[in-house]
């Protein structure tokens, strides 16, 4: 069974940065695709940027002049770089999992908050 670890979450002020990284355990390939998701109290959950193999895409337009998602030399290891931080990006970021190019996001961490204070 993949186990998503996220860490790095907290209380920034607006125009801060945070760095979450995410460990899978539990599978010795590599994962084919991971990504970073986050849920704003009473929103929908958004895929914020993901990555395949090396190819990392930000999904998310509010994001993408601000935030890098890239993998880690450790394998199935990935980061979220967020600088700029504002007070909309305040949500619980999720870090999640494919296994294939046919799977869903089959895999999921517990969830870090981020909170940014204006």
């Known amino acids: 069974q993949v186990h998503l670890v996220e860490s790095g979450g907290g209380l920034v002020q607006a125009g801060g940065s945070l760095r979450l990284s995410c460990v899978a355990s539990?599978?010795?390939?590599?994962?084919?695709?991971m990504g970073w998701f986050r849920q704003a109290p009473g929103k929908q959950r958004d895929l914020v940027a993901s990555?395949?193999?090396?190819?990392?895409?930000n999904d998310l337009d509010s994001v993408k002049d601000r935030f890098t998602i890239s993998r880690g030399n450790a394998r199935n290891t990935v980061y979220l770089q967020m600088n700029s931080l504002k007070p909309e990006d305040t949500a619980v970021y999720y870090c999640?999992?494919?296994?294939?190019?046919?799977?869903?996001?089959?895999?999921w961490g517990q969830g870090t908050q981020v909170t940014v204070s204006s």
């Open positions: 999640a999992a494919q296994t294939d190019p046919f799977d869903s996001w089959k895999y």
């Open positions: 539990g599978i010795s390939s590599t994962l084919y695709r």
């Open positions: 990555i395949t193999g090396g190819r990392p895409i």
